[in-house]
C-alpha cells in the first residue's frame, strides 16, 4: 500500500529555535496536508497544499508541496511550549478522494 | 467548519466483548470514515461509513470485526467485536463537509479503548 517516510521521528528544541520536519513517498500524490494531533484529541489541520511547487503558510507555519509531487516539508518558526504535538504529514489523491494515508509522525517537544 | 463529538470518550473492556462508538456531527455532512491510531502510531482509515447501504472497508479490516452503521448525514457508529487486547486503540470519526477536493477532512475528539 502507500506509504509515507516522515522526519524526523522526535524532536527537542528550545523555545524561539525554528523546526523542520518532511515527509517523502514513492508515489505521486495531487494533496498534501499537514495536521497537529495535541494529547487526547483528533488531528487539526495546519495546512493543505494543492499544487505542485505550492509554497503555503499559516501565522509561523510554512509548508511546501514539492515539484515531484512526492514530498513536502513543514517549518515553524519562533517555536512556543503551545507548539509540542504530534505533526503528521498525510496524502489523498486520485480515486482515494477522502481517504487518508498518514505519515509516521514527528513527536514535537519544545523547552522554555 | 464542522464538529463532531465522540461516545464514549474512553473505555476498559474485557476480551471477548463488543463495544460500539458512535459519532455525532452538528451539520451534514458528505463523507464519514473511521480511522484506529494504535499506541504510539500513526492513523490507519479502517472504512468509509456510506449512509443507508454497507461501509467500504481497507484492506484488512472486515465488517464482521468492524461493523458499521451510518443512517443519517450527522451520525455514524463502529461497533469493535469479540475485542481483543490487540483492538485497544484509540478510534477516530472524521468527516469531509462538502466533497470538494479542497474540503478539510475533521476528525472526533477520539475513543480511547483498553482491552484487557
Known amino acids: 500500500g502507500q506509504q509515507l517516510n516522515q522526519s524526523p521521528q522526535s524532536m527537542f528544541i528550545q523555545e524561539g529555535e525554528d523546526v523542520s520536519m518532511n515527509c517523502t513517498s514513492s508515489s505521486i500524490f495531487n494533496t498534501w496536508l499537514w495536521y497537529k494531533q495535541d494529547p487526547g484529541e483528533g488531528p487539526v489541520l495546519l495546512i493543505a497544499?494543492?499544487?505542485?511547487?505550492e509554497l503555503t503558510s499559516n501565522g509561523r507555519l510554512t509548508a511546501q508541496f514539492g515539484i515531484t509531487r512526492k514530498d513536502s516539508f513543514l517549518n515553524i518558526s519562533a517555536s512556543i511550549p503551545s507548539d509540542v504535538g504530534i505533526y503528521f504529514c498525510?496524502?489523498?489523491?486520485?480515486?482515494?478522494?477522502?481517504?487518508?494515508?498518514f505519515g509516521q509522525g514527528t513527536i514535537l517537544t519544545v523547552h522554555p | 467548519s464542522a464538529v463532531i463529538s465522540q461516545k464514549p470518550s474512553r473505555d476498559i473492556c474485557q476480551r471477548g466483548t463488543s463495544l460500539t462508538i458512535q459519532c455525532q456531527v452538528d451539520?451534514?455532512?458528505?463523507?464519514m470514515f473511521w480511522y484506529r491510531q494504535q499506541p504510539g502510531q500513526s492513523l490507519t482509515l479502517i472504512a468509509t461509513?456510506?449512509?443507508?447501504?454497507?461501509?467500504?472497508?481497507e484492506s484488512g479490516f472486515v465488517i464482521d470485526k468492524f461493523p458499521i452503521s451510518r443512517p443519517n448525514l450527522t451520525f455514524s457508529t463502529l461497533t469493535v467485536s469479540n475485542m481483543s487486547p490487540e483492538d485497544s486503540s484509540i478510534y477516530l470519526c472524521?468527516?469531509?463537509?462538502?466533497?470538494?477536493?479542497?474540503?478539510?477532512?475533521?476528525f472526533g475528539p477520539g475513543t480511547r479503548l483498553t482491552v484487557l
Open positions: 451539520s451534514q455532512v458528505t463523507m
Open positions: 497544499l494543492y499544487k505542485a511547487g
Open positions: 472524521s468527516v469531509v463537509t462538502s466533497g470538494s477536493i479542497t474540503d478539510t477532512q475533521y
Open positions: 498525510a496524502v489523498t489523491g486520485g480515486t482515494s478522494y477522502g481517504k487518508l494515508t
Open positions: 461509513a456510506n449512509q443507508g447501504s454497507e461501509a467500504t472497508y
